[in-house]
């Protein structure tokens, strides 16, 4: 298939620097082989040229004062991907280590994942390489207030509605909401995450991590088997592995691992979420102070593990959650995590396995959820909050987690179905490329050409 070859070559030419831009479109492109096969009208409109390249990326200077009144310059970013199903759609990241090529990869697979929620939401992505670890509240305010001084330009809720991601919570979702207030002089869902008390939806903040869970739940069900009693590893340790966290303990299994960018904590009698909680979400401390009295518990720093890959992965256990960033489970972890026995993994974070190790999971035929279908909880949620935001109402709990649970199994019964429609059975990869993929395409032809 001479254009997407092609299309991958002039991709690798024109954004050099961009590998995992470049690591994302090749794993989609490479599982639509079989759909173009079929339906040559999808070349024949042009969208595999179409749908790599943004309708519109925008960049800015992001000038702000530490506390000691000096000057300080990032650069910001907001990725408009694809408007086929909706308003762009997607979170913001704060992290050091964001590029053009981090939000480019992170703006599409936004796209496929929106698509898959069934919602009419398009795909975006936005952030800065701003890092906010060790900032005053003062200096993450006025970094937030600089940067939607900018942004709140570009956005709106029918147009684009930015949301959290890492380094993004609700404290900066407040900041830059209370920014774009002040500049607009409007009340409205432009962002989501927002406080309970001004906008908020119930269940947002849990979405993405009970969403991987509740994937995982329909993995295991489909192959007759449930999550009670299994030992799980997760990564990270913000939003998503929190609330991934506290599901699997709700559903009777054992998270027994978290971690952040210092280290990891294996705790065989299981992880203390409520201590958890109260370091990473009130006292924003390391996870090198897990509590002595855990007397099985260990700290691995991240430079102690000499072999390469991540000490995480190499923990007997039965199933895993990647929940920490992208490329943090590579192919020495994948085979570690099989020959110990993991026989189910659900991605929490954005493409969180490198190309190698998708390959070995999907070659051994285990359970395995890719991030664009199995965290697509948060960003369903967010709509969620988008439709509560428009029409004035707040819905309970109840009603938020029980469309959350039937967006997660619509989800997963689409990507099993399409990947059997094209004889890969278990292969969800290619399941949640395709049926994404064939919903924004298809609303692109419906479209016109633009
Ligand atoms: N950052 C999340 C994601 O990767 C959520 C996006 C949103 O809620 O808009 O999907």
Same mark, same amino acid.
Request: overall charge negative.
């Given at each position: 298939m001479p254009y997407v070859h092609d299309t991958l070559t002039r991709l690798k030419q024109s954004s050099p620097a961009q590998s995992e831009f470049y690591q994302a479109t090749e794993e989609v492109l490479e599982c639509l082989r079989p759909l173009f096969e079929q339906y040559p009208h999808y070349h024949e409109h042009g969208i595999i040229e179409r749908i790599v390249e943004p309708e519109r990326q925008i960049m800015f200077r992001v000038s702000w004062l530490d506390d000691a009144g000096r000057v300080c310059v990032n650069k910001g970013y907001r990725v408009q991907f694809n408007s086929a199903l909706g308003p762009y759609k997607g979170g913001l990241r704060f992290h050091p280590s964001v590029t053009s090529g981090t939000i480019k990869f992170l703006g599409f697979e936004q796209i496929f994942k929106n698509a898959l929620t069934g919602l009419p939401i398009g795909g975006g992505k936005g952030g800065a390489d701003f890092d906010p670890k060790g900032k005053s509240d003062n200096e993450i305010m006025r970094f937030c207030q600089s940067y939607m001084t900018e942004l709140h330009r570009h956005i709106? #809720? !029918?147009?684009d509605v930015p949301a959290g991601d890492i380094g993004v919570g609700a404290r900066e979702i407040g900041y830059l909401y209370g920014q774009y207030k002040r500049l607009t002089s409007r009340y409205e869902g432009v962002l989501t995450g927002k406080g309970l008390d001004w906008g908020g939806s119930l269940g947002r903040k849990e979405a993405t991590g009970y969403g991987a869970v509740y994937f995982a739940q329909n993995m295991l069900a489909a192959r007759g /088997? /449930?999550? %009670?009693g299994k030992r799980c590893l997760v990564s990270g340790a913000g939003n998503v592995a929190i609330y991934t966290i506290e599901k699997l303990y709700e559903l009777g +299994? %054992? #998270?027994i691992t978290c971690s952040d960018s210092g280290g990891t904590i294996h705790d065989p009698d299981g992880i203390d979420l409520a201590w958890l909680k109260q370091l990473k979400e009130v006292r924003r401390a390391s996870l090198e102070e897990y509590p002595s009295e855990r007397p099985k518990a260990r700290y691995v720093p991240?430079? /102690?593990?000499? %072999?390469?890959?991540? %000490?995480?992965?190499q923990i007997p256990a039965d199933a895993a959650f990647p929940? +920490? !960033?992208?490329?943090?489970?590579?192919d020495i972890d994948a085979k570690a995590m099989l020959a110990n026995g993991v026989a189910c993994v659900s991605e929490g +974070?954005?493409? #969180?396995?490198t190309k190698e190790a998708v390959d070995l999971l999907l070659d051994a035929g285990i359970a395995y959820g890719p991030g664009k279908a199995a965290n697509a909880g948060g960003v369903a949620t967010s709509q969620l909050e988008m439709a509560q935001n428009s029409s004035m109402e707040q819905w309970t709990l109840e009603q938020v987690d029980q469309k959350l649970q039937q967006i997660m199994a619509d989800i997963h019964r689409q990507c099993a179905e399409t990947a059997a429609e094209f004889g890969a059975q278990t292969n969800l990869v290619l399941g949640a490329n395709i049926a994404g993929f064939r919903k924004v395409a298809d609303a692109m032809i419906d479209q016109g050409l633009t």
């Open positions: 709106g #809720p !029918t147009r /088997d /449930d999550l %009670h +299994a %054992h #998270p991240v430079c /102690d593990y000499p %072999h390469g890959g991540h %000490h995480i992965w929940c +920490a !960033t992208q490329n943090e489970l590579i +974070a954005n493409m #969180p396995s």
